[in-house]
């Protein structure tokens, strides 16, 4: 049990260092601080280009996997 343990935890480090980069590699939106001084000012004219997509479907993939290790360790603490 104890190398299933540390089998997880080594998978949640890295999901989580991967989640962290997916998520910084997403285009701001709008909406922030900037936008309320005139720092908004450049605006798409198309919609999600298929690499925006693509980097969603990724980072929702990669957040599933997280919660899944996640739980997975909290059930096994609870029964161990």
Do not use: P, Q
């Not at 004219?45 to 980097?55: D, K, M, V």
């Not at 929702?60 to 739980?71: D, I, K, P, Q």
């Amino acid at each position: 049990m104890e190398y299933v343990r540390w089998f997880l935890d080594g998978l949640l480090v890295i999901t989580s260092c991967f989640l962290v980069l997916l998520i910084l590699m997403h285009k701001g939106k709008g909406g922030g601080m900037s936008d309320m001084f005139g720092g908004g000012m450049s605006s798409s004219l198309g919609g999600s280009s298929i690499a925006e997509r693509n980097l969603n479907r990724i980072t929702v993939g990669m957040a599933l996997v997280w919660a899944g290790v996640v739980v997975a360790i909290g059930v096994l603490v609870r029964f161990s």
